[in-house]
């Protein structure tokens, strides 16, 4: 296959200043409208980057699980890589390619642990199985094999069972925010001539530009 002639030619949408308009949360929440509408695979999907101790930028995917007063909210085990990278250094980015729709935003900004009070009220939304497999995962450190996760999962299942106990956030597991610094939209366009307008947290209010394709 000849992946050097795949080639797509953007012609869905469009971007301008006005219909933009001054708040990129207000527009994000728009575009996510429309991609959780037009039905694309996991609308609320974004690659989180963090950056390792050795200077390695780190990607990723996270569900969006929250937004709120402009900061985007993901969940996670705080002990993992991602937990570990930004324990050090608390900046990343957030992408969102909606490939149907032609479309891309990319947050950047500072990402603060979210209190332990909502972390505990979102692990208690889960389903029932999905918290017993956070109890099980000791996310991203090296397992022998794929039958001690599943024997793991099975001994806690029946124990929790019998047992009739509630599963608890354990506090190693828990929800960051993201609190943008700058906010980039793509909309793809003919000719490569694609719109992308930015916005910059500037003295306590968003400055837009429009930057060249
Ligand atoms: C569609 C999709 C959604 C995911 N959602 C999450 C999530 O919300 N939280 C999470 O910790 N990992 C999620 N993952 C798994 C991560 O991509 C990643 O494998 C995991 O968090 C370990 O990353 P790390 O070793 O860099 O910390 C998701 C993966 C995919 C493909």
């Known amino acids: 296959m000849n992946i050097s002639s795949i080639r ?5 949408d469009h971007l301008n200043e006005q219909e933009a308009g ?3 949360i207000a527009l994000f929440g728009n575009w996510l409208d429309d991609a959780v509408k037009s039905g694309v695979c996991e609308p609320t999907a974004m690659v989180l980057s963090t950056i390792s101790p050795e200077g390695y930028p780190s990607s990723r995917v996270v569900l969006l699980k929250g937004l709120d007063n402009g900061r985007l909210h ?13 324990n050090e250094n608390p900046r990343a980015s957030l992408l969102f390619f909606w490939g149907e729709l032609e479309r891309q935003v990319r947050f950047e900004g500072a990402v603060t642990k979210l209190p332990a009070a909502d972390s505990d009220e979102y692990f208690l939304s889960r389903p029932y199985e999905s918290r017993i497999g956070a109890l099980v995962s000791r996310q991203s450190s090296v397992v022998v094999g794929r039958e001690d996760l599943d024997r793991e999962f099975a001994r806690l299942f029946e124990r929790m069972k019998s047992n009739q ?6 506090e190693y597991w828990g929800g960051y925010a993201l609190d943008p610094l700058s906010v ?5 366009r003919a000719n490569r001539l ?3 307008l930015r916005y ?3 003295k306590n209010n968003w400055v837009r530009e429009r930057l060249s394709p």
Do not use: A, V
Not at 184 to 188: K, L, N, R, T, Y
């Open 22 to 24: 001054d708040d990129p």
């Open 74 to 86: 993901f969940y996670t085990n705080y002990t993992s890589n991602k937990g570990r990278h930004l």
């Open 200 to 202: 910059t947290m500037t």
């Open 194 to 196: 694609h719109d992308r």
């Open 8 to 12: 797509k030619n953007y012609l869905k």
């Open 184 to 188: 980039e939209f793509w909309q793809g």
């Open 165 to 170: 106990e509630e599963i608890i956030r354990p």
